[in-house]
T-cell receptor, first 110, second 115 residues
C-alpha cells in the first residue's frame, strides 16, 4: 500500500481558475509533510513544510494546509508559469528519508 | 534556499562503461545524503542513504555493487554507476541533509542515457 497518494494525476486549468491538489498519507508518526514543484528535466524545488494538523503556509498563489490524514495545495488564480508537477512527500520520525507521492501534473492554459 | 550542485547535468555513455555523478552541498554540511532516481513520468524513488564516513544503506532492489556511493566529506558525495546498461538510463537526483534546517533540498539532477 502506498504511503503517499496524490490526486488528481493530472489537472488542466484555465488561467485564473483556482483549484486544489490533494495529498493523502498513511504514516504512523508524521514528522513533516513537504510540497515541491518540479519542472521537466530539473530537480524538485522546495515549496513548503508542514508539521502539524491545522498548520497553513502561503507563498504567492500557493497555500498548503494539513490535516491528520491529508494535505491540500490550493492554487489561487493560477498563471501559465505555475504549470509543473507538484510533488508531496512525507517524513516519519528520526533521520528517515522522504517518501514521495507520484505527483500531480498541472497545466495552466492562457 | 540551500545550494546543491550536481555534475554532470547530462551524460551519454556506452553500455558497459561506468559513470560517476558528483553531488556537492555548497552552503551547509551534509551529514546525510540521499540518492534518488526518477524514471519518465514517475516519482522519485529512493536508492540509498549514506552518512558521512559510513557505508551507504541501499533500498530493496538496488544493487550495492552496481551503484557505488561515496560520502567521504560533508560537502561531497558521489554515485558511480558501474557497468551501465540501457535500463539504468534515468534521472538521478541527490538530496543532502544537515545543518540546522529541517528543509530537504535537492540537486538539479543528472540525466543518464546508456546506449
Amino acid at each position: 500500500e502506498d504511503q503517499v497518494t496524490q490526486s488528481p494525476e493530472a489537472l488542466r486549468l484555465q488561467e485564473g481558475e483556482s483549484s486544489s491538489l490533494n495529498c493523502s498519507y498513511t504514516v504512523s508518526g508524521l514528522r513533516g509533510l513537504f510540497w515541491y514543484r518540479q519542472d521537466p528535466g530539473k530537480g524538485p524545488e522546495f515549496l513548503f513544510t508542514l508539521y502539524s494538523a491545522g498548520e497553513e503556509k502561503e507563498k504567492e498563489r500557493l497555500k498548503a494546509t494539513l490535516t491528520k490524514k491529508e494535505s491540500f495545495l490550493h492554487i489561487t488564480a493560477p498563471k501559465p508559469e505555475d504549470s509543473a508537477t507538484y510533488l508531496c512527500a512525507v517524513q516519519e520520525s528520526g533521520n528517515t528519508p522522504l517518501v514521495f507521492g507520484k505527483g500531480t501534473r498541472l497545466s495552466v492554459i492562457a | 534556499g540551500a545550494v546543491v550542485s550536481q555534475h554532470p547535468s547530462r551524460v551519454i555513455c556506452k553500455s558497459g562503461t561506468s559513470v560517476k555523478i558528483e553531488c556537492r552541498s555548497l552552503d551547509f554540511q551534509a551529514t546525510t545524503m540521499f540518492w534518488y532516481r526518477q524514471f519518465p513520468k514517475q516519482s522519485l524513488m529512493l536508492m540509498a542513504t549514506s552518512n558521512e564516513g559510513s557505508k551507504a544503506t541501499y533500498e530493496q532492489g538496488v544493487e550495492k555493487d552496481k551503484f557505488l556511493i561515496n560520502h567521504a566529506s560533508l560537502t561531497l558525495s558521489t554515485l558511480t554507476v558501474t557497468s551501465a546498461h540501457p535500463e539504468d538510463s534515468s534521472f538521478y537526483i541527490c538530496s543532502p541533509r544537515g545543518g540546522s534546517t529541517d528543509t530537504q533540498y535537492f540537486g538539479p539532477g543528472t540525466r543518464l542515457t546508456v546506449l
